[in-house]
């Protein structure tokens, strides 16, 4: 156990809880597509070293990127899946070796919606209205209830899965645009039934899934949003407060707040400064007695220490900034002065 030195207080070498899944610190790694499967949709190498050096890293909590619950819910035929039971073998070995280095790790499983631009398949949304008319982009069918249905039940296979190969948490990806987002936003969603119109008909959908998930699946759950789609008439941060409320009174232990992804152009484009969606995280937090997760942006330790500090979010992710430093949290114990993460094998370059 590590302590600081000196007078420099952190607090992002603080252990903490999601769920009853204790963290040792409070960065996690975003998840973030590396396109580097094949249409097999297996872990490769690739995936072993990436993800094990930020586990080298001793970041918190490693989340791996979009993993398709199904072959026409991937982004791409590069994406990496989890529909079927060959896929675990390798998705275990991933668990293994970020275990063995001391990070916990999650696996964020997805669905893409109108968003896939697999080769093959005609994507499914909400409703028959194409993300782009510009290739790859599709015009995708609208699903009907009874495939509404299925798709939870893969949501619910994929998580059982990700629990097999040893996953500590799973992360539901309700953000971005992607299926179970484009069900919130009334712009990607006409649907005239159950699962659309009203702001609680378009929730349904992901209220439902994750308490599949809850119910049946021993794991901590993570929803990652988007809180706001940056257009006049579209979701915004109201509607995640609804949606975080109705998601924590059915269990899920975190929000993970980001924003945008669900239209080609927006209406109100955020200036991309550092921090620039925290304070979505901020008013979600204060409206759920969860962990929130903030992102965007964030690139400096300095950053973190103040979103903790502020009590913006409970939770820091870092995306962009891992992929160029995976050695981020010794940077920051060398500039708050923490001892906790002395590798003796990297002390000199300290
Ligand atoms: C290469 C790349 C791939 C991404 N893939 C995913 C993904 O699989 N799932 C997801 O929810 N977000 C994904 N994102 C978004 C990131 O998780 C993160 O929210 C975004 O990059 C903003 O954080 P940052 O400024 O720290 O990078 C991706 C971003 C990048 C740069």
Redesign the pocket.
């Known amino acids: 156990m590590g302590h600081l030195k000196g007078e420099l207080m952190s607090q992002i070498f603080n252990k903490a809880n999601i769920g009853d899944l204790q963290l040792d610190n409070k960065i996690i790694m975003?998840?973030?597509?590396?396109y580097k499967s094949d249409n097999s949709g297996k872990v490769k190498d690739f995936h072993k070293y990436h993800y094990t050096a930020r586990a080298l890293g001793k970041i918190g909590l490693i989340?791996v990127?979009?993993t398709a619950i199904e072959s026409r819910g991937r982004?791409s035929n590069n994406d990496l899946g989890l529909w079927n039971n060959e896929q675990i073998k390798g998705h275990k070995k991933l668990v293994e070796l970020s275990h063995k280095f001391g990070s916990k790790i999650a696996l964020?499983i997805?669905h893409a919606g109108r968003k896939s631009t697999v080769k093959e398949t005609t994507p499914i949304a909400p409703s028959k209205i194409a993300f782009s008319k510009n290739e790859p982009f599709k015009t995708p069918k609208e699903i009907s209830q009874k495939m509404i249905e299925k798709i939870k039940r893969k949501f619910l296979k994929t998580a059982l899965r990700a629990k097999k190969a040893g996953y500590d948490a799973i992360?539901l990806?309700a953000?971005?645009g992607?299926l179970l987002c484009e069900f919130l936003s009334p712009i990607s969603n006409k649907r005239d039934d159950i699962y659309g119109g009203s702001l609680e008909n378009r929730c349904a959908f992901v209220l439902e899934t994750a308490q599949l998930l809850k119910k049946e699946v021993d794991l901590p759950l993570i929803v990652?949003i988007s809180a706001d789609e940056w257009m006049d008439n579209g979701w915004n941060i109201n509607d995640s407060i609804y949606l975080s409320k109705e998601l924590e009174k059915i269990g899920v232990d975190a929000i993970?707040v980001?924003a945008g992804g669900n239209q080609e152009t927006v209406e109100q484009m955020p200036k991309l400064e550092p921090l620039y969606?925290c304070d979505y995280a901020k008013q979600i937090k204060e409206a759920v007695n969860i962990p929130v997760i903030a992102?965007?942006?964030?690139?400096t330790p300095k950053e973190c220490e103040e979103i903790l500090d502020k009590k913006i979010a409970d939770f820091i992710?870092?995306?962009?900034?891992?992929?160029r430093e995976p050695n981020f949290m010794f940077n920051a114990a060398k500039q708050f002065k923490y001892d906790g993460y002395d590798n003796p094998s990297y002390l000199r370059a300290y």
């Open positions: 975003a998840p973030m597509c590396m989340i990127e979009a982004i964020q997805a992360e990806h953000a971005h992607y990652r993970h980001s969606q992102v965007g942006l964030i690139t992710a870092l995306g962009r900034e891992l992929l």
